[in-house]
């Protein structure tokens, strides 16, 4: 089996000097990939596929059809495709949106609740990187993600 090359790693920089916003940006794909294939597999093993999981994920509460499109960065007709296999799973539901009878959100059923709870269990690579961080370095973490895409981290 041949092994699969490594990507090329950017320049270390300097001791002292700030890391370029090209470096952030390539260390950052570099995690979002590793993420990307642990969580990939880790839905794969409960019949899903990373979109899915994806959707299921961002339900932590009832969001409109609409608002997933955008979250998941697709087509909103794309949407309806998604719910109706997860409908089908028995994980997600659709309700009229008490305020707006056009609208339907959609919920993840108890179900898809804990298929995500599995799906995160499954994780581990993810899990493992994460908990190598101290107390310190997880809540740094957090803060400067939550600083990069402040509209997003509700």
Do not use: F
């Given at each position: 089996m041949a092994s699969r090359p490594s990507a090329p790693h950017p320049a270390p920089t300097p001791q002292g000097d700030a890391p370029t916003p090209v470096a952030l940006m390539e260390r950052l794909a570099r995690a979002a990939a590793g993420y990307y294939r642990d969580l990939t597999a880790a839905a794969a093993a409960q019949g899903l596929t990373m979109t899915q999981a994806k959707m299921l994920i961002l339900l932590r509460q009832p969001l409109p059809?609409?608002?997933?499109?955008?979250?998941?960065?697709?087509?909103?007709?794309?949407?309806?495709?998604l719910?109706?296999?997860?409908?089908?799973?028995?994980?997600?539901?659709?309700h009229l949106d008490p305020t707006d009878r056009r609208i339907k959100n959609v919920v993840a059923t108890q179900e898809g609740k804990d298929v995500v709870r599995r799906i995160r269990a499954d994780m581990r690579a993810t899990s493992a990187a994460l908990t190598r961080l101290d107390?310190?370095?997880r809540r740094s973490l957090y803060e400067l993600l939550g600083?990069?895409?402040p509209d997003e981290t509700a």
């Open positions: 059809m609409r608002a997933l499109a955008g979250l998941l960065t697709c087509d909103a007709s794309n949407i309806t495709g719910v109706d296999r997860l409908e089908a799973h028995g994980l997600v539901s659709r107390e310190e370095g600083r990069m895409h």
